[in-house]
C-alpha cells in the first residue's frame, strides 16, 4: 500500500481569478504524504504564475504544465503522476469543505474494502457567494453496494457524470483501464465505470463539494450544436457501457430504465434552458431505446411514447421558471 492515501488532482485552464481559493480550500485539509497535483492545462494568462508565487515551495503541492489538450487529458496526466491510494478529481473553480480527507482516512481504516467515497454537493453562485442550492444529494448514507448508490442517485435525479462527485480506489482506475481521454464530456463513461466497477461504497451524510455557478463557464454558458451531438454521443457510449459491463438480469433491467430516463430527461433540459430545440436524434434516441422499458406511470408514458408532447408541456415550465427568475424577456417565446 502506497504511504500516499490520497491524491487529488486538478486540471486548470486559464482560472486565475479562482485558483487560488480552490487550492487553499484543499491544502487547510491535505498535508504529506498526501499530494496535490496540479495540471497547468497551457494557461494563457496568470494562472501559472499564481500557482508558482503561492505553491511552488509547498511539499504536497506538485505543478506540471502540458500543452493545452481539455480536462480530459489533464486528468489522465494526473493520473499517471498519482501514487495515492486514492484519487479526487476537483475542479480549479470550485472549493472543497473541511472533513473531507479525515472522513476519507476514518472510513479508509475502519472498511479497508471501501473503493468509491461519496458525499453530496451544493452550488454557490459567483457573484452572490452566499446564494446556494442542492446539487447532488444522496438518500442513502454508509457502507453500500456502489451500484445501489447509483441507482438512488439516478432514481432522485441528482446523478451527475462529474469527476468531483467521489473519491476512487486507484485499484478501480487500473484494474479497468478508467481513463478520460476525450476532450469535452470526457467524464461521463469514467463517472459511470467508477459506479459500475466498484463494489464497495461509503455514503458520507455531509455535503463536502461546492460548485462556483458563473456567467461564461461550459456548465452555465450557452452552448453551441456541436455541444449537443457531444453530448450525446457521450450518453450512447455510456449507454453501452452499461449494458456491457453487466450481466443482463433484473438488476441490470432497473439500472437501464434508470439510466434511460434520467438520461432522456436530461438531455431534453439542457435543450430547453439553452433556448434551443431538443435535437432530432435525442427524440429518435428515445423513441427506439425507450421501447425496451416499460413506464411507471403517466408521466414516463409520456416521455417514451409522445416525446415530443413531452417536450413541450416541459418547456412551458421551464419559461415560466425563467421569466420569474428574470433569466429572459417576459415577451421571449416558447420554442
Known amino acids: 500500500m502506497s504511504e500516499k492515501q490520497l491524491s487529488v488532482i486538478i486540471p486548470t485552464y486559464n482560472v486565475e481569478k479562482y485558483i487560488v481559493e480552490c487550492v487553499d480550500s484543499l491544502l487547510a485539509q491535505i498535508s504529506t504524504p498526501n499530494e496535490i497535483i ?18 511552488a515551495s509547498q511539499p504536497q503541492i506538485q505543478i506540471v504544465t502540458v500543452p493545452n489538450g481539455g480536462a480530459g487529458l489533464a486528468r489522465d496526466k494526473g493520473i499517471e503522476l498519482a501514487q495515492g491510494e486514492f484519487l479526487f478529481f476537483c475542479d480549479p473553480d470550485d472549493r ?42 444522496h438518500d442513502l448514507a454508509g457502507l453500500q453496494p456502489a451500484q445501489q448508490v447509483l441507482s438512488s442517485l439516478l432514481r432522485n435525479g441528482t446523478y451527475t457524470s462529474a469527476a468531483w462527485n467521489y473519491i476512487l480506489k486507484r485499484t478501480v482506475v487500473d484494474n479497468h483501464q478508467l481513463r478520460f481521454e476525450q476532450r469535452v464530456h470526457e467524464d461521463h463513461c469514467f463517472s459511470l465505470g467508477a459506479f459500475l466497477k466498484s463494489r464497495q461504497a461509503w455514503v458520507s451524510e455531509k455535503s463536502y463539494y461546492q460548485q462556483r455557478v458563473r456567467v461564461g463557464s461550459l456548465t452555465n454558458g450557452s ?49 430547453l434552458y439553452n433556448r434551443t430545440p431538443v ?29 415530443e408532447l413531452f417536450i413541450r408541456l416541459q418547456n412551458y415550465k421551464v419559461v415560466k421558471e425563467m421569466k420569474k427568475i428574470s433569466l429572459i424577456p417576459k415577451s421571449v417565446p416558447v420554442v
Open 279 to 307: 435535437p432530432h436524434y435525442v427524440i429518435n434516441a428515445i423513441r427506439f431505446l425507450g421501447r425496451e422499458i416499460k413506464a411507471t406511470g403517466f408521466k414516463e408514458w409520456l416521455l417514451l411514447n409522445q416525446p
Open 38 to 55: 496540479i495540471v497547468n492545462d497551457g494557461s494563457t494568462d496568470g494562472t501559472l504564475a499564481l500557482l508558482n508565487q503561492h505553491y
Open 223 to 271: 452552448k453551441n450544436s456541436d455541444y449537443f451531438l457531444q453530448r450525446y454521443h457521450a450518453f450512447m457510449q455510456a449507454y453501452h457501457d452499461l449494458m456491457t459491463t453487466l450481466e443482463k438480469n433484473t438488476w441490470r433491467d432497473r439500472l437501464q430504465k434508470e439510466y434511460l430516463l434520467h438520461s432522456f430527461r436530461l438531455m431534453i433540459y439542457l435543450s
Open 96 to 137: 472543497v469543505a473541511l472533513g473531507l480527507v479525515q472522513e476519507l482516512q476514518q472510513v479508509a481504516q475502519r472498511h479497508p474494502d471501501v473503493e468509491l467515497f461519496c458525499f453530496s454537493s451544493t452550488t454557490f453562485d459567483h457573484e452572490q457567494p452566499q446564494r446556494c442550492a442542492s446539487k447532488v444529494k
